[in-house]
């Protein structure tokens, strides 16, 4: 027929086999689509927790995984164990017990108390007298060089001098640089120094903050937000020394970011470098070293570190908080040091604390960055704000500028000879001390220092059968305010300015009560032989006795015991 076509019959018959395949339910179409799709998750669910094993078993080894998995189970298995209602009570009563005896010590009975705004202002004499009284509370003589840390300088001059600047600026915010731009010129070079300081290559930038804390804060918000953006991790890792400061693990839970510790191990307690690359996988945003660090003044490999870095392209930080105005002065002063700063091409952000050695009010840190665009990612800008256009260079809003003025006045005040001799007096001071640990015939038998602290931090725990902790207490019963450590049980003295001054009577004071213990364990041992006692009992006890008290046992029981401990304190601080 014109304009048709005949159609092969094996052609016909191909198309008419494909026709009855078709399924004729629709449901059976929905069915496949819905298996297909839950395989796919199934198998995505599968890896990624297959990818975490192979993950874990290569950073910890198969014997470190299960002990991780057995830590974990116990303290689960602990926690319910202290919500059965007779340990519950028990437990709570020894807690109540403990907070009670902590009150009576934070809030003396007899105080006239301020609950509620006064009916009509006080005059100005009845303000300083009571301002007087406050002051002179009964307290630890850190003026005397008996506090540990805490106040680091407290010379008259540069005290006078931080108030007449803090005067100066006492209503100045530095979130309006144009309202108070003697503020803005003041930070941006107290910032502009410390890089200085820590041998920053020309591009480097740097924030101000409120203390140590938020300055770690900052660079592992930068960390997280860096990756983010350019490597598109969402579940970000970051592995710090065990021995870092707390605030990397306040980060880590504040950011979401999963946290690995790596041990420290004697004799050294540098961080272990090669457990470090062993964790190392897609996720992870940051690496960290202390120079030095808090529990005892050991400088980490940072070297290691930086090449560590350098190699699998992580950012790294470097916590120079406690080490601040010291750490860039050993070498002027003819100290032993180690590289740690931005000379080592690995080396990302620095936190260091002008609060700290630099002699600045409480207040006053900085973090630091190799560049400026490390800086913006810790930044926060709002673009649609009902209020307008907010940005902020970190968390506060809002920030004192008196605390700058005072901070840039002392800077300029101590000068770089003032710094380097303040280096000489205080890491001399700490090597004094520990060298009469090391030789004094009681001490170098029943103390040993940890590793080898290079700066002014000195950590020591006992050798023989004496409990570390009782010694804390003798040292406080006489007036000093040490640091009590754990993992491994020990004291630790943060060297200052005013305890430079006064470290051969803390030196006298240890070996009095290293003598006190020595006699009280003399009497326990021969009491427990006369009772056909073990001799070790009475230590086991002390020990256990104590470290509940000073919160730093290691047994889960007492780790549960102190969290609760250390929330009662906190709410003790606000209560008038």
């Not at 807690?95 to 005896?101: E, F, M, P, Q, R």
């Not at 407290?154 to 309006?176: C, M, R, S, W």
């Not at 202390?290 to 392209?313: C, E, M, T, V, Y």
């Not at 600045?360 to 913006?376: C, F, I, M």
Request: glycine content about 8%; overall charge positive; hydrophobic content about 40%.
């Amino acid at each position: 027929m014109p304009g048709t076509s005949r159609m092969p019959v094996s052609l016909r018959q191909g198309i008419d086999s494909v026709k009855r395949s078709r399924p004729r339910n629709p449901m059976q179409v929905v069915n496949l689509n819905v298996d297909l799709i839950r395989n796919i998750v199934f198998f995505l669910f599968l890896l990624r927790w297959t990818r975490r094993a192979l993950w874990k078993l290569k950073g910890r080894g198969l014997f470190g995984t299960l002990f991780e998995l057995f830590t974990d189970a116990r303290r689960i298995l602990y926690g319910y164990f202290l919500r059965l209602p007779g340990v519950r009570t028990k437990v709570r009563a020894q807690i109540d017990d403990a907070l009670t005896k902590m009150q009576a010590k934070m809030i003396p009975a007899g105080q006239t108390r301020y609950l509620s705004l006064p009916k009509e202002g006080w005059a100005e004499d009845a303000i300083r007298k009571e301002l007087e009284a406050l002051a002179t509370m009964d307290h630890t003589r850190w003026e005397d060089g008996y506090v540990s840390g805490a106040v680091y300088s407290g010379e008259d001059d540069l005290l006078k001098l931080q108030t007449e600047a803090y005067g100066k600026f006492t209503v100045a915010n530095p979130i309006h640089p144009d309202v108070f731009p003697g503020v803005r010129k003041m930070e941006a070079e107290v910032v502009a120094m410390v890089l200085s300081l820590f041998n920053a290559p020309p591009g480097a930038a740097g924030v101000s903050t409120s203390g140590g804390t938020e300055s770690i804060l900052m660079a592992i918000l930068s960390a997280r937000q860096k990756a983010y953006h350019e490597r598109g991790v969402t579940e970000p890792e970051m592995i710090i020394p065990e021995t870092a400061h707390t605030a990397f693990r306040k980060a880590a839970e504040y950011f979401k970011i999963k946290l690995h510790l790596v041990s420290c191990p004697s004799p050294s307690y540098q961080v272990d470098v090669k457990r470090v690359s062993r964790l190392i996988n897609r996720n992870t945003i940051l690496l960290v070293g202390s120079a030095p660090n808090f529990p005892h003044g050991i400088i980490d490999d940072i070297s290691a570190l930086s090449k560590l870095a350098l190699r699998k392209k992580i950012p790294l930080h470097v916590d120079c908080c406690l080490g601040s105005f010291l750490v860039p002065f050993l070498d002027k002063a003819g100290f032993d040091s180690q590289p740690f700063d931005f000379r080592l091409k690995g080396v990302t952000s620095i936190s260091c604390d002008t609060h700290k050695y630099g002699f600045a009010p409480k207040g006053n840190s900085t973090v630091l960055y190799r560049t400026a665009e490390l800086r913006a990612y810790q930044y926060f800008v709002d673009p649609s704000w009902s209020g307008g256009v907010y940005a902020s260079p970190g968390i506060a809003g809002s920030r004192p500028g008196a605390l700058i003025a005072a901070c840039w006045a002392s800077l300029m005040s101590v000068g770089e000879e003032g710094y380097l001799k303040s280096c000489t007096e205080i890491v001399g001071s700490t090597k004094k001390l520990a060298e009469h640990i090391r030789t004094h015939p009681t001490l170098a038998q029943e103390l040993e220092i940890l590793g080898n602290p290079l700066v002014s931090v000195l950590a020591f725990q006992a050798r023989g059968d004496l409990n570390i902790y009782d010694i804390a207490d003798g040292m406080s019963s006489r007036g000093w305010h040490l640091n009590a450590l754990q993992n491994p049980p020990a004291i630790h003295v943060a060297v200052t300015a005013p305890v430079a001054k006064n470290w051969e009577r803390l030196a006298s004071d240890l070996e009095a009560v290293v003598e006190e213990e020595r006699e009280k364990e003399r009497v326990r041992q021969v009491e427990a032989l006369k009772m056909g006692g073990n001799t070790k009992t009475g230590k086991q006890k002390a020990q256990g006795d104590t470290a509940a008290l000073y919160g730093v046992a290691g047994s889960l029981p007492n780790k549960s015991v102190v969290v609760d401990l250390a929330r009662g304190f906190l709410d003790l601080l606000y209560k008038a």
